[in-house]
């Protein structure tokens, strides 16, 4: 679970630092992930996905591969990347 300093104190620079280095490390893998299906979904002929149209169906896929918890195992790279196509249409 992900927990929050509600104690008021400060936490210790050190460690905010390293926990963020850790933080930056994951957000690193994970884009190299979503880089390389997004990489062999455009290989495979997939396209549209910044066509300001295709906004209720990339959400509409979304929300269906996350939808169901348990179903949603091995679904985070899809969900982040179409996640990424919506933040994009959406600037």
Known sequence: MIEKNW???APDPAWVE?????LERAVDEFADAM????AEK?????????NPQAKDN????????????????DQEIDI???????WRLNR
């Open 58 to 73: 990339i959400y509409t896929a979304m929300l269906a591969q996350g939808a169901a918890i348990k179903y949603a195992k």
């Open 42 to 50: 455009a290989r495979g002929g997939w396209t549209g996905w910044d």
């Open 7 to 9: 104690h008021g104190v």
């Open 80 to 86: 982040a990347n179409l996640a990424m196509m919506l």
């Open 35 to 38: 880089k390389a299906k997004l």
């Open 18 to 22: 390293h926990e963020i280095e850790r």
